[in-house]
């Protein structure tokens, strides 16, 4: 079932649900005051009659043999005016006198003041002497209308909830009309691959509007992803094929009797290095900024990494820290290799300082720096700045960048004056 036969039941069925309490209601309502009605009418006339009726002497009729039919009650000139309306006088048990319209004898009139008896509203009501006056009514004209009210209702219902439902159905195209695009959208985007392709998209506020919205943001990303992942593929396999190919071509120089078996296996070795180190920068590029977090001491974890490098440090003696400890040394590690190659002997300096809500680690050298121009692409992936001589990937920033994210921090480049460069990893304080 489509979304769009499913909001038009939905409708009808809420439709009905509402039309059914209000006639229910109303049937009940009209029930209580059409007896109502009736009851205060019988009440009063009941109480008039009972001042009117003309009692013989000694307040006793005499009885009545039952061949000899009772005679009119006599309630003085006061004609009823409600043909509906019929009254009796009752002693011991016997009718002493009707009204002049025909009393219904086939029913039994009920000791409590007010009942419903078939078509008949009954009253009775007790006066002195034995005598009891009764009174009826009757009420097929009330229950016609009652019974008319409930079929105008079931009648209304279905006839309502179609029309709610058929209004359901035309006006919702244009309500799910984003839905539908988004659909469209999808099944192009599943069938072809094209990232390119958005849903078109309206001013607004409402649910659709927003899923439309948070949809083609969701397609800017994945088209982002693919690019970049595109770009990168492209970049490790070139890579990836330059030290194959270095080793490729040593190993045929050796086959040759151009280079001998130890040169071959030198230039083999320093290449499998080379890829080593090319594949573990990609992996941790791969994780997408995700990294499992525990309790370290970072200073002590900075101040052994910078002594096995030959840096000096500077800093706290200990600093409890939430991080990734093998994360964090490759992060170090790749920012002392970086200084250590591309700015040979200078002083190299790692300094650990907390601030508020900050911990900054920095590494400074006193080499020439980077030009502002490269200062900026520094840390894209597989980047070398124009002039570079120094050997390497280009993805040693990259990583310690991609390493920042997963511990919620920054790397921030700047260059020292006089000369030098330094780069810190700004984390957040634990």
Same mark, same amino acid.
């Given at each position: 079932m489509s979304l769009r036969l499913r909001l038009a039941v939905f409708i009808a069925v809420l439709i009905a649900l509402a039309v059914l309490a209000q006639g229910i209601v109303g049937y009940k309502r009209f029930e209580r005051l059409g007896l109502l009605e009736v009851d205060q009418a019988l009440v009063a006339y009941l109480e008039d009659m009972s001042h009117r009726v003309q009692r013989p002497?000694?307040?006793?009729?005499?009885?009545?043999?039952?061949?000899? %039919?009772? %005679?009119?009650?006599?309630?003085?000139?006061?004609?009823?005016?409600?043909?509906?309306?019929?009254?009796?006088?009752?002693?011991?048990?016997?009718i002493i006198a009707t009204s002049g319209d025909a009393f219904p004898t086939e029913i039994q009139i009920p000791k409590q003041s007010l009942a419903t008896v078939g078509i008949w509203r009954t009253i009775s009501q007790d006066l002195s002497n034995g005598l009891t006056i009764q009174a009826v009514i009757n009420l097929a004209d009330q229950q016609?209308?009652?019974r008319n009210y409930l079929q105008s209702m079931f009648l209304t219902v279905p006839l309502f909830a179609g029309l709610g439902a058929l209004a359901a159905w035309f006006f919702s195209m244009a309500a799910l009309k984003p839905l539908e695009n988004l659909i469209g959208t999808t099944q192009h985007v599943a069938d072809s691959g094209d990232l390119t392709?958005?849903?078109p998209q309206r001013q607004g506020t409402g649910e659709l509007e927003r899923l439309t919205r948070t949809f083609n943001q969701m397609l800017e990303r994945l088209q982002g992803f693919r690019e970049r992942e595109i770009g990168f593929t492209r970049t490790a396999a070139h890579e990836l094929r330059t030290p194959?190919?270095?080793?490729?071509?040593?190993?045929?120089?050796?086959r040759e009797g151009w280079a001998t078996a130890d040169e071959a296996l030198g230039t083999a070795r320093d290449q499998v290095e080379r890829m080593t180190k090319l594949s573990q920068a990609l992996l941790v590029l791969a994780r997408e900024g995700r990294a499992e977090l525990s309790s370290i001491d970072l200073a002590s974890l900075a101040k052994t990494i910078a002594q096995s490098r030959g840096a000096s440090y500077i800093g706290l003696d200990s600093l409890p820290f939430q991080g990734n400890q093998i994360l964090l040394e490759r992060a170090l590690e790749n920012l002392l290799e970086n200084a250590t190659k591309h700015a040979p002997n200078s002083e190299i300096t790692v300094k650990l300082e907390r601030n508020v809500s900050k911990v900054l680690l920095s590494v400074t050298d006193t080499g020439a720096g980077i030009k502002p121009a490269a200062l900026e692409r520094a840390s894209e992936a597989f980047y070398r700045a124009p002039g570079t001589k120094a050997y390497g990937s280009g993805l040693g920033l990259a990583v310690v960048e991609n390493i920042m994210k997963a511990h919620g921090g920054r790397l921030l480049l700047e260059n020292v004056v006089p000369h030098g460069l330094k780069v810190t990893l700004e984390l957040l304080g634990s």
């Open positions: 002497p000694g307040g006793r009729f005499d009885k009545r043999n039952d061949d000899q %039919p009772a %005679p009119p009650m006599m309630f003085g000139n006061l004609e009823t005016r409600n043909r509906l309306l019929r009254v009796r006088l009752v002693q011991d048990d016997t016609r209308g009652v392709q958005r849903v194959l190919t270095a080793m490729r071509a040593q190993l045929d120089a050796q």
